[in-house]
């Protein structure tokens, strides 16, 4: 025999001897959760003293831990003196806040789940950094919680806040909300500066692309019109304060009003201040 046969033997040898191995003793997916103090969210006292097992990301068994059974081969985390909790969800995050794409993930996305949150809302964010985070994520290559997002604003000329996407007519409107959902967005997010003409003509070009929008309710919209056209959300009851005055046209119409020329901060301020103190005086 020479050494090539003998190579080749030999690797044979080693090869079935691993598959032999790996048939012995086969890896499991199982994580089991032992001696924890479970709290479902359900209103049921705490439960002490339990197993929860966890099958490829889903919980596949939950009982006191006299009563399950653990897989030969389950990563076990003995969790003695310690709460188990459905995961959280923060309903309203931006990511990519402060002005930058990659904002301050770095220290946020651990922070979130340190804190037991799985599950965030990303509510106006840059594409160009959520949509390869979420990429990293979803693929293990980075620690964090799921994400949905809604991307950049649609707002009014000038927008508040960036980023954002110019939209003050139905053209516009159509153009905006096609390329968002086409770019991968979850949602539509309006803003507060947005025309009547331009926030009417989102939500309608938001339903015939069968996607929900949320947001502000801008300030030349009432909250009621927002609810009846069809928004999903108001984020920070943005002028639904306003909606519970009993005279929310006229504030409506002072909130609009162009500032006098050579406004000054102090003026601007105690207007500010006199129309919420009306908002409070006139509540319904």
Not at 187 to 206: C, G, P, T, W
Not at 274 to 284: P, V
């Given at each position: 025999?020479?050494?090539?046969?003998?190579?080749?033997?030999?690797?044979?040898?080693?090869?079935?001897?691993?598959?032999?191995?790996?048939?012995?003793?086969?890896?499991?997916?199982?994580?089991?959760?032992?001696?924890?103090?479970?709290?479902?969210?359900?209103?049921?006292?705490?439960r002490?003293?339990?197993?929860?097992?966890?099958?490829?990301?889903?919980?596949?068994?939950?009982?006191?831990?006299?009563?399950?059974?653990?897989?030969?081969?389950?990563?076990?985390?003995?969790?003695?003196?310690?709460?188990?909790?459905?995961?959280?969800?923060?309903?309203?995050?931006?990511?990519?806040?402060?002005?930058?794409?990659?904002?301050?993930?770095?220290?946020?996305?651990?922070?979130?789940?340190?804190?037991?949150?799985?599950?965030?809302?990303?509510?106006?964010?840059?594409?160009e950094s959520?949509?390869?985070?979420?990429?990293?994520?979803?693929?293990?290559?980075?620690?964090?919680?799921?994400?949905?997002?809604?991307?950049?604003?649609?707002?009014?000329?000038?927008?508040?806040?960036?980023?954002?996407?110019?939209?003050?007519?139905?053209?516009?409107?159509?153009?905006?909300?096609?390329?968002?959902?086409?770019?991968?967005?979850d949602?539509?997010?309006?803003?507060?500066?947005?025309?009547?003409?331009?926030?009417?003509?989102?939500?309608?070009?938001?339903k015939k692309?069968?996607?929900?929008?949320?947001?502000?309710?801008?300030?030349?919209?009432?909250?009621?019109?927002?609810?009846?056209?069809?928004?999903?959300?108001?984020?920070?009851?943005?002028?639904?304060?306003r909606?519970?005055?009993?005279?929310?046209?006229?504030?409506?119409?002072?909130?609009?009003?162009?500032?006098?020329?050579?406004?000054?901060?102090?003026?601007?301020?105690?207007r500010?201040?006199?129309?919420?103190?009306?908002?409070?005086?006139?509540?319904?």
């Open positions: 025999m020479n050494r090539k046969q003998l190579a080749k033997i030999l690797l044979f040898v080693l090869a079935a001897s691993c598959l032999l191995g790996s048939c012995k003793t086969p890896q499991s997916s199982v994580l089991a959760i032992t001696h924890v103090t479970v709290i479902d969210m359900s209103g049921v006292p705490p002490a003293d339990q197993t929860v097992l966890i099958d490829k990301e889903k919980i596949a068994a939950l009982g006191s831990s006299k009563s399950i059974s653990i897989p030969v081969g389950a990563k076990i985390v003995d969790a003695r003196g310690k709460f188990l909790i459905p995961g959280l969800s923060d309903m309203h995050v931006h990511l990519t806040g402060a002005g930058e794409p990659n904002g301050s993930r770095e220290f946020f996305l651990p922070l979130l789940l340190a804190n037991g949150i799985t599950s965030v809302r990303d509510m106006g964010g840059y594409l959520l949509l390869p985070l979420r990429k990293e994520i979803e693929e293990g290559k980075r620690l964090g919680p799921h994400i949905v997002f809604a991307g950049p604003y649609l707002d009014g000329d000038p927008p508040a806040f960036r980023p954002a996407i110019v939209v003050t007519n139905r053209r516009e409107a159509d153009d905006a909300v096609q390329s968002l959902k086409h770019r991968g967005v949602f539509i997010k309006v803003q507060s500066n947005l025309s009547r003409d331009a926030y009417f003509a989102i939500a309608e070009a938001a692309q069968n996607i929900s929008f949320v947001g502000h309710v801008p300030d030349r919209v009432t909250a009621r019109e927002a609810a009846d056209v069809g928004q999903k959300s108001i984020e920070h009851l943005t002028n639904v304060l909606a519970c005055s009993a005279k929310e046209p006229d504030l409506m119409s002072k909130q609009l009003r162009v500032p006098p020329e050579n406004d000054t901060p102090e003026n601007a301020m105690a500010s201040y006199f129309w919420r103190e009306q908002i409070l005086l006139t509540f319904s």
